[in-house]
């Protein structure tokens, strides 16, 4: 395979020691499929490619249309960082007229061609964006299809040793609260505008504060702006205008409380310079971090921002400590994997299908009153995220169930696998493990016949989020649950049982409104539905059939993985579980259920041991927008 890489070298001149290094990183993954030749587009020597030959294109969306009126490329790749540009302009057009700045607040490097950005996104087989799902919508609103593009959080050379990380217990604080805004150039794209009302504050620059400034102004306009803070702040600002040596990085991020980035699109893995050293992200959901744990900056609202800030000054030493562990821990679980997650996303583009393989079991018993509004809204996301397969298995139905549900593929329009099983009444978890071993995709889905999913972007979310936490086996999307030992008297809002049988609390909304904001680890998640990572299944087993009929499998087989050090996560989507098999039983199939429950609570607690500490992760969540 003969494979053209193309980047710029004048980003590493312009201070971004981010874009050599994906370059660098890209080139290894490259190399072992196929011949690399390495194009510098920044001088765009013509003779290098003109009349030849490439299998796949890789680099950056600015340089494929000229290139592709050169040579021929069979298949191109698009790497692409930060928000779409035209969203990005709309917001600084916003906040220049919102604050009444001139001009020359846009006199930084040369604006992007959108254009040409337009026409090379059109011709692109697929893009892969170093960014998060706020980045990922604003390539959907421009109207890309959300199979052509997927997000990657980003990552750096640093990264790829996990023992230059800090241990938590190293992570210290002082009194004064310490500040960081880095970035290759400071302009008004990156957040430098606002970072300069917010300091220049006279309430916040009273404070027992300072604030390092690391980079190189854009343009006039923000060299000014760097002298009147200097002005406001007099020996708490610190500025570092020429590049630090690794060493000096490292002093000035070690010492820092909090890095400040509240950009308004653009991407810079600088940052994460600064979260490797535990300082605690202050950002915008447009930098393309999904982690900011104060609060996420309005990009646009400077009087939000300034509460935001001035909340991390009432922040005691204990809790600055606290939140610089849990930055690091989101590093190494979100941002250290990113060679190995672009690695398989190139070589899935290659097969193909940017997006993984989904399979999707749906057991269903005697449902024919209710079922096709339930697989109506399932028909609808499948075909949404296209690459994946149906598996409906008829557990003992004497109804009508199989003839509507089969009646009503027949009059849409079908462009997966479906796949039908009969079987005698054989209870949930039999029947999940018939689909479940059945399944070839990456990533299963189990799904009760009374769970109807309204979210039609349900799949590219969750295969999203999954594809960039290799730690997680499991998410759900109906609720979570946190188990405790039996004894355990809990109290709070939401769902909790305390009976002497077991002792849970559901988690969703109702325990906690910020929980639907959030992507969040639990210690099991209720079916409806479960996806699993089929690499789990294959290697630690599917449900566990002695719980059978039904009752405790998926507590389980959540319980099972994290044994195995692996994640339970849960995003609450627009799910609605109705419930409607276990409000028709009689009186003979409720007390069977109740027995069933007591033993299998029993099989449960025997085999593991809850715990009572629940300082579980999360993320901020982003849902997938798009028509």
Known sequence: MRILLCYEAVEAAAGSKAAGQLTAVLHDLLAPIGAVTLFNASFFDERIVQGQSYDLYVGGPYHLLRIKGLCHIKKSILITTGLHPHEINHSTTRLKAGHNLPDDVFHETAAPNVDELEQSIKLADFIIGIGNIETYNSYIKRGLPKWKIKMLLGGIAALDQPNTLPSSESVKTGQRRVYTYSAPKLGLNNGFEAVFLLFSSSDIASQNLELHVVGQPANKFFNNRLLQLKAVLGDKLFVHRDELNDAQSAELLSNTDFIVYPSLGQYDSTILQGLIHGAIPLVTAQSGIDFSPIGVFDPLDHLQQKQLLQRTLQLSDQEIVYWKKKTIEYVKEYHLPYKQVLDKTIKDCLNGNLYPKISITLPVFNKEATIVPLIAELHRAVSEYKNAELRIIFDGCYDQSEYVVKQFFQTVQVDYSIAYETTPNIFEIKTNNIGLKKSSGAYCVILQDDNYVYDKNIFYEVVQFMDKNTSCAIVGCLSGVNFYPRGTMLSGPGQISCSANEVYWRQDEKADPNLKNRVFEVDACMRGPLVIRKSFLEQYGYLDECYAPLYQD?????????????????????????????????????RMFQEVMERNTNIF?????????????????TRVDGS
Request: charged share 25%; net charge positive; hydrophobic share 30%.
């Open 605 to 621: 607690y025997a085999r593991w041991t809850p715990s009572t500490n629940k300082d579980y992760a999360w993320i901020h969540r």
């Open 554 to 590: 998926d507590m389980d087989i959540c319980f099972r993985a994290k044994h195995y050090g692996y994640k339970v996560y849960c995003m609450m989507s627009d799910v609605e579980n109705r419930s409607l098999t276990m409000a028709h039983y009689d009186t003979g199939m409720s």
